[in-house]
């Protein structure tokens, strides 16, 4: 199974931006899908972003369209998620989780994911 670790969050001004990544050990990504998701204090864990490494196709929660990019390095085997545009909604812990296959029509159900990491706290504030 394979083992995934956050990094890259912080506290940034709204309107900044981050990036945040995802480092992938125990296997290669070769047919997986990763996802991002995050969890705001005393809400519930939702879905931001998911890529399907096989064939690159992506998805994100409307919230962040046009704003949060996910993508991925093979030689790295490391999943990142740019986001711009940040505002204090986005605050939250982000975590990383990693299924086999396609990221599929319900890649915001954490059940999807057996693996995940072990969450960056993001702040947006002034």
């Known amino acids: 199974q394979v083992q995934l670790v956050e990094s890259g969050g912080g506290l940034v001004q709204p309107g900044g ?26 809400k519930e864990r939702e879905g931001v ?5 096989a064939d690159g196709s992506t998805y ?15 030689a790295k085997n490391t999943v990142y998620l740019q986001m711009n545009s940040l505002t204090p909604e986005d605050t939250a812990v982000y975590y990383c989780a990693g299924g086999y296959g396609s990221c599929g029509n319900v ?20």
Request: charged content about 15%; aromatic content about 14%.
């Open 60 to 74: 994100y929660v409307d919230s962040v369209k046009g704003r949060f990019t996910i993508s991925r390095a093979n």
């Open 107 to 126: 890649w915001y159900n954490r059940l999807r994911f057996g693996s995940w990491g072990q969450g960056t706290q993001v702040t947006v504030s002034s």
């Open 17 to 42: 931006s981050l990036r945040l990544s995802c480092a992938a050990s125990g296997s290669t990504l070769d047919n997986y899908a990763i996802g991002w998701f995050r969890q705001a204090p005393g």
């Open 49 to 53: 972003s998911c890529i399907t490494t």
